[in-house]
């Protein structure tokens, strides 16, 4: 049985925890919320230090000095987080949902992510190319596949 399945997410290890992200790169995506409705729409607008090619950080153990609003996903506030998409892996585990087919840990690379069109490879603009960032909502992000 996987460490996924055998534990929960406050017992996994720092390095457990870390190869639970997939990679995708939504988390860090603009998005914004309607002030009327409080509905939460994402852009393709990316955090500046995103590899828009890896779809990883280029500067992940540094980046709250780069980006100090930049939120760190733990077992504490991932039940908080209502905007990280239904695809990403500790929102699925939370939610008990497991990895899905395409998630590095299962198919042995990001490539079945990439190919599912689940990342963010391809998709996006550097946020410090944005204009009007409404002009940049997006749908893509909401894709899930099991």
């Known amino acids: 049985m996987a460490f996924w399945e055998q534990k929960s997410l406050a017992e996994l290890s720092t390095q457990e925890w870390e190869s639970l992200c997939d990679g995708c790169g939504k988390c860090c ?22 590899d828009e ?31 990280l998409p239904d695809s990403c892996a500790y929102r699925r585990l939370h939610l008990g949902r497991g990895l899905a087919a ?13 190919q599912a069109g689940i990342s963010v490879q391809g998709k996006v603009v550097n946020e410090e190319r944005v204009r009007d960032i409404e002009d940049h909502i997006v749908l893509w992000p909401l894709k899930d596949l099991d």
């Open 53 to 83: 090619q890896s779809c990883g950080c280029r500067h992940y153990d540094t980046r709250f000095q780069h980006v100090p609003q930049c939120t760190a996903i733990t077992a504490d506030n991932i039940a908080e987080l209502t905007w």
């Open 102 to 114: 395409w998630h590095p840990l299962i198919s042995g690379s990001k490539d079945a992510m990439h």
């Open 29 to 50: 995506l603009n998005k914004l919320i309607d002030d009327d409705t409080e509905e939460l729409h994402y852009t393709n607008a990316a955090c500046k230090l995103l």
